[in-house]
């Protein structure tokens, strides 16, 4: 029965890792781009790291996309846009002139009426267009345009073309006509001023586009077998667009099914032996954390989510990568979990990260040293200004190591890029982000960061302060609990802090009924009016209670945990006894003097139920010397263990050991036993 359960356990395991492995791959080699396959990686001012380059066919040399641009905006500024000349209008509007002064609706005489029909003649062949239209063409006065008449075509400067703004004012400058000016101001002389050159929009478009279109794309050749550049030698401007030509014709050439797969294919193997080499540090080393699903979870999201980021900002060619806080993930984990953890998590998704980049080596390096920085400088996270020393150190290290790789491929350090130091900068204040960032994770996968436990073991405020006020016996018993339980943990390796505030919370469900507690009674024991098994309720009931006020206080999970489990599935004994020896012929019910548990389940929740005990109890000592302290220890725990309270926590005998040397002395300084003097004996003196 338990070979079958112990094995269902086993297989349940390999499953959930293989699903684990399998759903961070697909999702990871989903967003690797695949469709622009790079297969060589260069920039202008880099060195070639690759052999040497020989063309293996022919191929144009492509003209960049600015280049190609620059000669598109020269055509188009040159072009000369097609109007057609309409010569029906000027006959429509001097005929429609004259006919008004044969009607005398204009009171002029003949000879400015001749004068007039000459110069509206003159405009009209000069062409006239529409006001906004000649603004539109008009911003260059050298501009030429062709004027269509019947089956000619003329070049014509714009500045040499009237609007019907401008030819209205010619007629008033005229010398010839400026005696006459208020005579002709009567006439409303723009009714006969219309445009007589129309855009030909058709012909214009079409031509246009046959300008462009006879853009080449390329300027050159490389031909088979020519070398184009070699091991060691700077990428220039030339080389780059020969090196993105054949990139370019590489790209037009393998689009063929088979490549594709063999890309895809690559990435998933790739990409699942990293991830399987990370699963396989899990659970050889930290097998622990798989019986933690949201440990797990955190994990595998952290060295999912950031290659995705990257393969997104590659694809779409969005900022630069270097702006990624990716010492995000060693600071998490180191936070959370533990140093050795975070390392292998950011070499993990580090080394996935780097087949997405353009420059594997620098990247892999600059990120490790930013890693390891993050590792190092933040050991433990107590204060808010170690996340800002945090990022100044990384951003620091991140441009000392790439200055260092700069000045190995660079001898000449003017020419250093200087551009890349600004996306430390700008990493360095995202990384700032992890403090906000930490509690939404805390929430999220269920953790507690030491920040949060420091504001929590915080006496001033909250629960403590209302525990120090209510119950103030049960508060000082909590600090001395907290400080015994923090001591042995540090002697043993053990999470102090976490022990240290679960403790001082053990027993805040004593706020209830404070008086029916020992360390808080003064004088009246309100006991001696109960019966044995109402006592005993109301005393088992302070775990009940102090889960509901933890819940109302909306503590983190764990620091409920150690109010369950400080009592385990222990039985309150004094009334139990009590109760035994009053009836000693009924059989009793042992679960109504009994707490609910669970039992201890970490290492702290086990050094808290012995630090509480102990103390407890030896408050009750009639003397303190070293044999009762240590006699008191040793039989506390030792009952401890034969009642098997510890059988679920992964504490050993050498763990337990160091407890008990610890409480021991511990509970001697605190009540300052000391050597017990010899009496003098009386003796009967001798007569003299």
Not at 626 to 640: G, H
């Amino acid at each position: 029965m338990n070979f079958n359960a112990s094995g269902g356990h086993y297989w349940q395991n390999i499953f959930t890792r293989a699903i684990l492995v399998t759903a961070c791959v697909a999702i990871i080699v989903w967003f690797l781009p695949r469709n622009e396959r790079q297969r060589i990686r260069y920039d202008v001012g880099k060195p070639w790291m690759y052999g040497s380059f020989i063309a293996k066919f022919d191929f144009p040399i492509y003209k960049s996309d600015e280049a190609v641009k620059a000669e598109r905006d020269s055509l188009i500024s040159s072009f000369q846009p097609y109007y057609m000349y309409r010569a029906q209008v000027e006959v429509q509007q001097l005929t429609k002139f004259k006919k008004a002064c044969e009607e005398h609706r204009h009171d002029i005489s003949a000879e400015v009426r001749n004068l007039l029909l000459d110069r509206l003649h003159r405009l009209y062949q000069a062409g006239i267009m529409s006001t906004p239209e000649y603004r539109a063409v008009a911003t260059d006065s050298t501009h030429l345009l062709r004027v269509v008449s019947g089956k000619e075509a003329q070049s014509v400067q714009v500045n040499c073309i009237y609007s019907t703004m401008s030819a209205y004012e010619q007629l008033f400058s005229d010398e010839r006509l400026a005696p006459y000016r208020q005579v002709l101001q009567r006439c409303n002389l723009n009714e006969y001023i219309e445009p007589n050159l129309a855009y030909d929009r058709t012909r214009s478009e079409t031509e246009l586009n046959d300008l462009l279109s006879g853009i080449s794309p390329a300027s050159g050749m490389v031909l088979s077998g020519q070398k184009v550049i070699d091991r060691g030698e700077i990428v220039d401007e030339y080389d780059y667009r020969v090196l993105s030509s054949f990139e370019r014709e590489m790209q037009r050439r393998q689009a063929s099914d088979a490549e594709l797969t063999s890309t895809f294919a690559g990435q998933v193997l790739f990409v699942s032996i990293l991830v399987i080499l990370f699963t396989a540090y899990l659970t050889l080393f930290r097998k622990d954390y798989f019986e933690k699903p949201r440990s797990t979870l955190m994990l595998y999201v952290m060295i999912t989510l950031f290659p995705v980021l990257v393969s997104m900002m590659m694809a779409h060619s969005v900022f630069n990568v270097y702006i990624i806080p990716f010492a995000m993930v060693p600071i998490f984990v180191r936070v959370f979990m533990d140093s050795r953890t975070a390392f292998v998590t950011h070499v993990t998704m580090v080394l996935i990260c780097a087949a997405v980049v353009k420059y594997q080596y620098e990247f892999i390096i600059v990120q490790l040293v930013s890693g390891m920085m993050a590792i190092y400088s933040l050991r433990e996270l107590s204060r808010r200004a170690q996340v800002f020393r945090t990022a100044l150190m990384v951003a620091l290290a991140s441009s000392i190591v790439y200055f260092a790789l700069q000045l190995m491929q660079e001898n000449d350090v003017t020419k250093l890029d200087a551009g890349m130091y600004y996306y430390f900068v700008i990493n360095g204040v995202f990384l700032l982000l992890a403090y906000p960032l930490m509690y939404l994770i805390e929430k999220t996968f269920g953790f507690i960061s030491d920040v949060t436990l420091f504001e929590l073991s915080n006496t001033n405020k909250g629960l403590l302060r209302r525990l120090s006020e209510v119950a103030p016996g049960t508060f000082q018993h909590s600090i001395t609990v907290g400080n015994l339980a923090a001591e042995i943990a540090n002697k043993i390796g053990a999470n102090s802090l976490l022990v240290r505030t679960g403790a001082l919370y053990h027993d805040i469900g004593k706020m209830v009924s404070p008086a029916f507690f020992t360390e808080n009674q003064v004088g009246l024991n309100p006991h001696e009016r109960m019966t044995y098994k109402e006592s005993a309720q109301i005393i088992i009931s302070h775990v009940y209670e102090g889960v509901k006020e933890a819940e109302k206080a909306n503590l983190p999970n764990v620091i409920r945990d150690f109010i369950l489990t400080h009592h385990g599935k222990g039985m309150a004994k004094y009334f139990y006894i009590k109760y035994c020896n009053d009836h000693p012929d009924e059989k009793v019910d042992e679960e109504e003097f009994s707490y609910p548990g669970p039992n201890p389940f970490t290492r702290e929740q086990a050094l808290l139920m012995m630090a509480d005990t102990v103390e407890a109890a030896s408050r009750s000592l009639s003397s303190y010397t070293e044999e009762s302290i240590s006699e008191l220890v040793e039989r506390l725990i030792d009952q401890q263990v034969a009642a098997g309270y510890f059988k679920e926590c992964p504490i050993t005998f050498r763990d337990i050991g160091q407890a008990k040397l610890v409480l021991i002395e511990r509970l001697k300084s605190i009540y300052h036993t000391r050597v017990q003097y010899p009496e003098l004996k009386k003796t009967t003196q001798p007569k003299a």
